[in-house]
């Protein structure tokens, strides 16, 4: 069948059946019959009908416009039937329009011949929707509407817009609402959704139509492009080198084709960049299309069951307009609408499509804002509440399906400010529950995809609507409930989140969203925020839960936002699989895809990426805003404080100007505090409020308009005063900007009129007022005003109408909150009924719509910037603001409930709260947190554990969970975790039923301190004794802690400490360290859990860096430094083990030179050793440390150190099996260790030096101590060998030790690292041991020093000395007697002489260094009060002297003579002379200053010899003496007077040698036992001589005399004489001596100096003697001679005064060496000395003396005789002969 021929078909055939139906034979339809028959019968004329071609089973086929036209000229008969009201008809003749419109037939483009302007189609419309009349509209017939107009919205052959589109939308609204029958009402809904869903759709598709066009045309000439080259290319090669040509060309082509644009890259990134522009996203575009597709209700949002209407709705009352009304003109009954559409003009819109799609959005907004009955609760079946919740629906499904070009479009941008947002702002207070809920579903809708558009629009909706119903007590439950889980979503959306806190929080003019916001929440989750009286539990506890899970899906937002800065190498745990699934997405390394984000987030950070926004910047405007807010607050209660608090923090300017711009501004200013202020008389005031007004632009405003404009800003104050103040500003500016005005003749009139206005608006509007003023009464009022001339009285009674209809009213603005909750306040302190707390929320609800509704239309027009926040940084303040509120939130819920749906999301929030403090360092928060956790753990908390729930159980998992997660940024708070965590296993115990093990230190007596916890003094036995049925319970309990996934999150705890970071590694360690002290100090309990923790961590983490790995060692140190001191041996012994176990591993990985890790590590080996005196415990520590020598010699460096420090305290130990372990581990690293592995060793040698030493001070083991004192010697013989090392390990040894001192230059860490050491020790050993063994050691110390001193730099000896004199400290000496007399005997008096030995053998080097100390420890020595001491510094002196003095130069000699002149003169004992009873005190320091040096005085009774103070030669000791203090002085005295004999027997045997002066006097003594004469001689002169100088020889061949010049020797002398002199008066002073001996100052006699009296002044003679007769000294020879006559008469008047045979007898050898030596004189000299003696000597022949000294005389008078020739002459004859 043709085109033509099926649609003259369809004609035909619904003609015939009109014309067939028996109604139309009725008069009223005869003109419908006739147009039927006229129409019919064309169609049989028509010549195409009459052919009839093809089957007619095929599918109708489009027709073309020619057969359309040809078509449309039948319509008229299917008007006229639609217009007829028959049912029968209507059905007829609407079938046949929708099938020829579906199936092409009927296009309707051409115009209209009956009404010109307009289309065809237009009047086919008009038409099926005329078919509606209303309620009484046959069903049938209202389902072909619905068809037909369905058919021609969404046919590809129809097109309809504007006014048309509007029409057809209105029927099928209206028929929704009008129909009674439910079939027909849920096909129009359906039918309109799809209207919508097509209208909508196909705006987007034209966008995206038109992008893809865009591409190909560009495509296409891109194309060209490339053709046009190529061409051009190919006419430039020559024709004659046609291969070449071909190839180049080919070439060209090639490189124009690769250089050029590739078309499809190019269409398809041009596509790519227009459909990111306008093409909606995958998830849009998949629910479009699936809308589109879905049946003709949609699912998105339910509609209820609407049950037939009984009210009758007239024709076009509802909805849209009536079908009468021209489409264009008319849009739902709104005419102010209806004309809005001809300013909407093509230009505001891409295409008409767009302007369709606006229009039914326009009207929809208006429909929803079509206000309900008010006169009762809204009837559900009322057509208003049906059309409003329609319309609403149809909005909610438009902005679930919008598109690209309705999301960008500022048309439509503009649509939803003006419309959308006004009619929510209505609608969102509602009180029907379904409105209310479309409302906030729309809301979410606009906050998800419109939030950057719609800033001030969102504030009111929450400030206003949805947090206002939040806390007020009168809003019902229903509306609460919707509220929250709105919120629910909205707290799911991070950019959400952020975006509201940065846009309105941080915005100084827009209200604390966010802050209130969470302030709501928690009140709610913690169950204070008001709720609905009346309320049943279950549905309390159902917001909680909603509160709840807000408060938590924040919290994930925060999470989720800063995600990148998280770290987490762990992998996700198993913990809590089991009971919650919840809290499995803290777990996940990145967070993606966590139920920390359990609502997907759809918006959040899925943005394109864009500038980063300043977190600073935002900060400080929050902390701006906090001020500011303040001041407000301030200025609200007292004006002027404000303001000055605002000047002070620079938020306000001082000028007048800028205070009035800030109340103009400020919205949340008391507007009656603005008019007090401005109202007040003072100058200020006055100012401000003049700037106020003049910042008011009046021109070309009417006067009442004028006046509501001034009046908005601010309340008139009630005082008249200060109204005259403002209304006479008021009038002065509004004649000012109205100066052609010419209504008022002066500012006076405007004056009175605007104060008349403000009393006849209050007279109208106030309550009080009961006679209200008439209109005639208020024209009377102002007659005269206008400079004494009336004001037009249509003026006047125009404002009355105006007053009377409007009140003057401030600008809309949202009151305080304290003052919006003043009802509810009420409605909480008193009982009310039902009905009165729902009159009372109707009452609010229209307030609140009134004031949203002003402030929506107030800020529809305003753009402000929405700041789409992208940076991290904001979560931190964020979290600032809501932890602590969460954190009660949290603390409640897990307090007081057991139910999972609360406690849950309670530990889910907390992990989340943890981990956002964690992310930003914030310490405090995150101890809040952790501590809180733990605490509901009661593994810490001081609870019984029969309060154990599965709260606590699932806390305990997330509190592991949260260890395992966030390690990293834990901190201190680890310990709070490795607490629970110690605790745990604990619980495990009793709940396994495992007996507990429990280490006691020996002791069975109980702890008296408190446990830590409860769990801590659990005994399962007592229990077991007490109720075997509360311990099957309690382990029943705790069987839940030992589940699979808590042990081995647990254990996961310490395994995964190998990837926590650095800082976090220490924490734990730290952390773990405490937990296990607090585990091990439990006296009756301790446990070892943590302990066996801290050595599998050591073991994981010991792969780490060594910086890292150093710092966790100095906590773990210095743990087992405490642990292996404890006094139980299980767990010290434990420690020990495990240092082993550990110092083993590390050991192997072995160490470069110049570090000390491996020192750090074995240090606790030191310290156990020195602190724990358990002989079991140190025995172990020595076996674990020779094991690891025997193990890892080659792999030790720096930790040689720490081996040897071991050693060295074992060294000193008792016990043999200690002592002699360290000492074979010891020996075998000096005989292998040292030979092999030296360069290792080289940095601890001083070590092992003192390691050795220490050996061989071991009292118990002398053994060991002669052994170790061979090794000493290898050490030596080993620094001797090996110099080099010693100077490449010395540079940085110090530093590799810790150690502080000044670095060590090259040449001499040889000496500082290797011979110092050695002697050093030596020295130690000689010092603190037994004879035997310091005998050894010091014969030892000085063979090393004979032996290897060539090698000694001159600095090094003296360092070196310094060691050697500390033999000789008083302070180093034995305490006992025995001792100390042995010491002196042998080590002193051995030592002493080695040093000379020493200084001679290296005298060379040593003079210039060492002998003025060497003088100076001399010098001290004889200072001492100690005889053998100073005995031993005196014998010192002299071999020291004897040795060298032949190397000596005058200066040293100089310097010798000093020395021993200072020894005399302060060892000369003064106080014997002064002495008397009772003078004890300081008299010995006084006496000798400088004798203690800073030494003690240690009281020691002095051995003397008792020849220096007793008259019986046979005595040679003096009785120890008790130790007092006169003791003390005496003894000291004693020993002055022996160092007086024993330095001068020290000079005589220096100049002298010590046996010539003895020689000497025996041959006097020979010389004066003879009685034969002078030996005969020739010439008895010259024999004479002969015999004096060949004596005089003798004696200058021996001894230092010849070294010594005359100056020296006269200083020696001097000292001589001095000694003797005093020697001489003590001696005379019987009376002196008599009371030193009667005091205890004695021996068997008086005391006397008379060996000093009489060696002294033989010393000095014998020198006096030698030089008189050494011609070298002839030059003061007779100085020499002057002094030696002096001397000798003194000595012969002295000997001849003394009355004492006793005291002869001692100067016996004294007098024969004086008579001896002047007998050997020559003549000359002789003569010269016996003419000066001669006296004395002749009366020395009366005198009573000795036969020697008779022989003397003789002699001396012979000699006499001879010399001046008395004798006879014969003598000389005779011996001639």
Known sequence: MSVRKEADMFVSRALEKILADKEIKKPVYSQLKKTCQVALEQIKKDPASESSTGDSGTLPQPVGDEESVKVEKYILPFELACQSKHSRFTNTSLDVLQKLIAYGHLVGNSEDAIHPGKRLIDRVVETVCACFIGTQTDEGVQLQIIKCLLTVITSTNVEIHEGTVLQVVRTCYNIYLASKNLINQTTAKGTLTQMINVIFSRMEQQAVQKAAAAAAEMQQKTEQQNEEKLEQQSDTHSVDTQKASEEGSSTTAEVDIDDAVDPTQLAAEVISDIIEKVVPSEEETQHTEKTSTDEAIPTDTPIPDVPHSPTVVANGTEGFTSSQTPPAKHVGGDTDSLHSTDSLTMTSFTSVLQMDAFLVFRSLCKLSMKPLNTDGPPDPKSHELRSKILSLQLLLQILQNAGPVFKSNEMFISAIKQYLCVALSKNGASSVPEVFELSLSIFLILLANFKQHLKRQIEVFFKDIFLFILETASSSFEHKWMVVQALTKVCADAQCVVDIYVNYDCDLGLANIFERLITDLTKIAQGQQAVVYGATPAQEHNIRLKGLECIVSILKCMVEWSNDLYVNPHQQSNLGNEGMPVSADLDTDSGKGSTMASYNSANSLNEPPAALDSPEQFEELKQKKEIIVAGIELFNKKAKKGIAFLQEHGLLGTTAEEIATFFQTEERLDKTVIGDFMGENDKFNKEVMYSYVDLLDFDGIAFVPALRKFLEGFRLPGEAQKIDRLMEKFAARYCQCNLSESVFASADAAYVLAYSIIMLATDLHSPQVKNKMTKEQYIKMNRGINDSKDLPEQYLSDIYDEMAMNEIQLKPTSAPLSNKHGSSANLQGSTVTPKQRKTMFDTEMQHMTSVAKALMESVSHAKIEFTSAKHHEHVRPMFKMVWTPF??????????????????????????????????????????YVQALARFTLLTANSPLTEMKTKNIETIKALISVAHTDGNYLGHTWLEVLKCISQLELAQLIGTGVKYNVHNSGSKAKDKRTAHHLIESFDAELLTRADSKKLASLQGQMIETSSQSVVVAMDRVFTGSVKLDGDAIVDFVTALCAVSMDELSNGSHPRMFSLQKIVEISYYNMGRIRLQWSRIWAVLGEHFNKVGCIQNEDVAFFAVDSLRQLSMKFLEKGEFANFRFQKDFLRPFEHIMKKNRSIS?????????????????????????????????????????IVSLAFQTTGNIVSKVFEQYFDAVVGSFQDAVKCLSEFSCNISFPDTSMEAIRLIRACAKIVAEKPKLFREAGATHGAEQGETHVPVKEGDRVWVKGWFPVLFELSCIISRCKMDVRTRGLTVMFEIMKRYGEDFERHWWKDLFRIIFRIFDNMKLPEQQSEKTEWMTTTCNHALYAIVDVFTQYYSVLQDVLLSDLYEQLYWCVQQDNEQLARSGTNCLENLV??????????????????????????????LLTWAPGDVSDSAAADNPNRALGRSESSQSVVSQGSILSQDPANQKIPNMKVHTQDKLFSSLLIKCIVQLEL???????????????????????AAQSNTSAPPSSDPADARLKTHSDSISSVNEQGMYSYLNEQQLFLLVDCLVESHRFAVRFNADHEQRNALWKAGFKGKAKPNLLKQETQSLACALRILFSMYSDESMASCKEKIETRLTELCSEALLYYLALSNDGHRDAWRELMLLIFNRILKFPDTEFQLHAAAHYAAVCDLISADIKMELRVMLRKFFSRLGLVYEIIPSAVTVAADT
């Not at 609360?902 to 995150?926: K, S, T, V, Y």
């Not at 030790?1196 to 074992?1210: D, E, P, Q, T, Y």
Request: glycine content about 4%.
């Open 1177 to 1217: 415990i140190r025995d172990m520590v020595v076996q674990c440390v020779s094991q690891m020598v025997q193990a890892q010699m080659a792999n030790i460096r720096s930790g040689w150190k720490n081996i040897f420090s071991v050693f060295h305290l074992a060294a000193s130990e008792n016990e043999e099996t």
């Open 1544 to 1566: 001068i027997q020290t000079i005589d045997n220096v100049i002298f040698y010590p046996t010539t002066s003895k020689k000497d006097d025996h041959d006097n003594i020979l």
């Open 1442 to 1471: 004897i040795s060298n003095g032949a190397k000596f130069s005058s200066g040293v000699w100089d310097e010798t003579c000093q020395c021993i002149v200072k020894i005399f003169q302060t060892t000369l004992p003064q106080h």
């Open 887 to 928: 954190l009660a939130s949290f603390s409640i819920g897990l307090q007081n409930s057991d139910d999972p749906q609360m406690f849950e999301p309670c530990l889910d929030g907390m992990r989340c709260a943890i981990r956002i403090a964690c992310i930003f360092r914030m310490e405090l928060e995150r101890d809040a």
